[in-house]
């Protein structure tokens, strides 16, 4: 399983913006799905975006038009592009590849923090 590593969480102010990267140990294009889940303070992990292996993007309903995914294979590294965030926005981060159809062929990073006051 590949090994990811999430960095570009902070504290941003609503309206502001910040970009996630998720560094994976083996190559990024070769997984069915890569994406980004998000944990709010008390709250169960939920699904924000994904990417197939042909790159076709899905999104949850809260932050279409204002998040984007994305990857660089040449860097082994995905992306969250998050602009015009909202405090509800707030939580932990984590990406995720999942190999197979099966979301136990998944691999998790350990998460980045991101904070949105008002």
């Known amino acids: 399983q590949a090994q990811l590593v999430e960095s570009g969480g902070g504290d941003v102010q609503t309206g502001g913006s910040l970009r996630l990267s998720c560094v994976a140990s083996q190559n990024i294009a070769s997984p069915k799905f890569v994406g980004w889940y998000r944990q709010g303070p008390g709250d169960q992990r939920d699904f924000v975006a994904s990417?197939?292996?042909?790159?076709?993007?899905d999104y949850a309903d809260s932050v279409k038009g204002r998040f984007t995914i994305s990857r660089d294979n040449a860097k082994n590294t995905l992306y969250l592009q998050m602009d015009s965030l909202k405090p509800e926005d707030t939580g932990v981060y984590y990406c995720?590849?999942?190999?197979?159809?099966?979301?136990?062929?998944?691999?998790w990073g350990q998460g980045t923090k991101v904070t949105v006051s008002s």
């Open positions: 990417l197939t292996r042909a790159d076709v993007a």
């Open positions: 995720y590849s999942q190999s197979g159809f099966s979301i136990t062929s998944r691999s």
